[in-house]
């Protein structure tokens, strides 16, 4: 996929706690009417929109919460409308975006204009040995986490994973705060990435396991 052909203005979806990274997969449960529409939409121009995290740090503007100005721009790759009106889809992660400026909402539903040429490296394959230390540190350090945290966890399943996998993997599902989970977007690369990983592991095992240490929720 080259650069010139994504979009530069889009939808967000706003969400605290909801991390999509380049190369992930995130499932989404959509169900309020702007986002219905949303998606509607972006089925029908190209099946992008952005994921972002409300900042709690700033006031709230005329259209919701401030936002973080790191998000990342997904492309829809499946779907499926239930009976009950809702939409299940799956957000497959394409580039970090930093906002440069929200524009006119649509049917309810937040619109950037957004500069992506700062994370074109996120667009390259990744080498599958990215990890800056032995990869056995970090499954000690998953293993000290998921016990503190009480998860019984596929060890053979994780096993399996090349190295862009596991850490992305573990980014997004790992039960982190709004702060930590920006932080890992904001990684510079995936390298770095893998670092930070390791090291909020260990401090939220240290702390007796997610949610138990001093770093606040977002609500």
Known sequence: MKLDALPEEFPIFPLAEALLLPGGRLPLNIFEPRYLALVEDALGQGR???????????????????????????RINAF???????????????IRFTIAEEVGMRHGYRRVRAG???????????????????????????????????????????????DVTLVTSLCMACPFSSEEKQALLEAWDISHRAEALRALLEIDAFDGGPGNGDTPKAS
């Not at 499926?80 to 394409?94: H, Y």
């Not at 700062?118 to 032995?134: C, K, M, N, R, Y």
Request: glycine letters at 12%; a negative charge; one cysteine or more.
């Open 48 to 74: 992008y929109f952005g994921m972002v995290q409300p900042d709690k740090r700033l006031p709230e503007g005329e259209n919701g919460p401030g936002l973080y100005r790191t998000g990342c721009l997904g």
């Open 80 to 94: 499926e409308e239930t009976d009950d009106g809702r939409f299940l889809i799956s957000l497959n992660g394409v």
């Open 116 to 162: 992506l040429a700062g994370f074109a490296a996120d667009l390259s394959p990744v080498e599958t040995a990215i990890l800056p230390f032995p990869r056995q540190d970090l499954l000690d350090a998953l293993h000290r986490y998921f016990a503190a945290a009480g998860v019984e966890a596929n060890w053979e399943a994780i096993g399996e994973m090349d």
